[in-house]
């Protein structure tokens, strides 16, 4: 059996023929950082290359699926800008190595799902939601733009019009309201979670491999051509948006409510 690799942010386990790739940060409620963007490039690209694993589950340690983008981070690149360029190239590369891989991808969204973090969930081939998870995109609460995959998939579940108001809005749903509205497939009890993550996967692995991939496969074609023509463009406009004294405020603003929080 093939190892599996290590990394420093990840962690990556088999049960029989399904691999799960579970983000370590629970500090942080799993915020991605450079080091988890570029890890999760890496085990994604292992994951669908990996001749010991026919599905795939992504999830959360603790009680986050992920936050999105880090908030040091986001510091770091307001303080110098330059630096975005290597984050855009890095969710460019994220967005295309999910929508290679040929497994079936299930998210398993055992907490907020925020940002980068809800596209990541949003990209996965079918989701599994814990009621008490949440799950939206507020790029623009930070005065950002949703270039890094959130303007390419909303639209594909939500149509354009509520993938508009919950974009322009920055709106958190709960996991009802998300599963109401096709965002997520299934909201499920917390305590059931695990199981019905599990017995959907353990379905995909009895079925026919090769059929279950090539029709995963099919589909994606136009996930892709919608990828290639929105992520250039959208990331321009989120470099842009870094530049920004809006940026800049609300990101300070956010600084401000986290540490009052702590003094409490």
Same mark, same amino acid.
């Given at each position: 059996?093939t190892?599996? @690799?290590?990394?420093?942010?990840?962690?990556?386990?088999?049960?029989?023929?399904?691999?799960?790739?579970?983000?370590?940060?629970p500090?942080?409620?799993n915020? #991605?950082?450079?080091?988890?963007?570029? =890890?999760m490039i890496?085990?994604?690209? #292992?994951a669908?290359? &990996?001749?010991?694993?026919?599905?795939?589950?992504?999830?959360?340690?603790?009680?986050a #699926? *992920?936050?999105?983008? &880090?908030l040091?981070?986001?510091?770091?690149?307001i303080?110098?800008?330059?630096?975005?360029e290597a984050?855009?190239?890095?969710?460019?590369?994220?967005?295309?190595?999910l929508?290679?891989?040929e497994?079936?991808?299930?998210?398993?969204?055992?907490?907020?799902?925020?940002g980068?973090?809800?596209?990541?969930?949003?990209?996965?081939?079918?989701?599994?939601?814990?009621e *008490?998870?949440?799950?939206? &995109? @507020?790029?623009? *609460?930070?005065?950002?733009?949703?270039?890094?995959g959130?303007?390419?998939i909303?639209?594909?579940l939500?149509? #354009?019009a509520?993938?508009?108001?919950?974009l322009?809005t920055?709106?958190i749903l709960?996991?009802?309201?998300?599963?109401?509205?096709?965002?997520v497939?299934?909201?499920v009890p917390?305590?059931?979670?695990?199981a019905?993550?599990e017995a959907?996967?353990?379905?995909?692995l009895?079925?026919?491999? =090769?059929?279950?991939?090539?029709?995963?496969?099919?589909?994606?074609?136009?996930?892709?051509?919608?990828?290639?023509?929105?992520?250039d @463009?959208?990331?321009?406009?989120?470099?842009? *948006?870094?530049?920004?004294?809006?940026?800049?405020?609300?990101?300070?603003?956010l600084r401000?409510?986290?540490?009052r929080?702590?003094?409490?």
């Amino acid at each position: 059996m093939t190892e599996l @690799p290590s990394y420093a942010t990840l962690l990556l386990e088999r049960r029989g023929r399904c691999l799960t790739i579970t983000m370590n940060r629970p500090e942080v409620l799993n915020a #991605f950082a450079s080091e988890m963007h570029g =890890e999760m490039i890496a085990a994604l690209a #292992f994951a669908g290359s &990996d001749p010991d694993s026919d599905v795939i589950v992504l999830t959360g340690a603790g009680r986050a #699926f *992920s936050a999105g983008g &880090d908030l040091e981070q986001m510091e770091r690149v307001i303080a110098e800008p330059g630096l975005f360029e290597a984050e855009a190239a890095n969710a460019k590369r994220l967005i295309f190595t999910l929508l290679d891989i040929e497994k079936p991808l299930v998210a398993r969204i055992n907490g907020p799902a925020v940002g980068l973090g809800a596209t990541l969930a949003l990209f996965c081939d079918v989701s599994f939601a814990a009621e *008490s998870a949440r799950i939206g &995109d @507020p790029h623009v *609460s930070i005065g950002l733009v949703a270039g890094d995959g959130g303007a390419v998939i909303w639209p594909q579940l939500l149509g #354009f019009a509520r993938a508009k108001e919950y974009l322009m809005t920055g709106e958190i749903l709960t996991a009802a309201r998300a599963t109401e509205i096709g965002l997520v497939n299934h909201a499920v009890p917390d305590a059931e979670l695990d199981a019905r993550v599990e017995a959907f996967c353990d379905r995909l692995l009895a079925g026919a491999t =090769e059929a279950i991939r090539w029709t995963k496969v099919t589909m994606n074609l136009e996930l892709k051509r919608i990828a290639h023509a929105l992520m250039d @463009p959208g990331l321009a406009y989120e470099a842009l *948006s870094v530049r920004s004294e809006a940026h800049k405020r609300l990101v300070g603003e956010l600084r401000e409510k986290i540490a009052r929080k702590s003094k409490k």
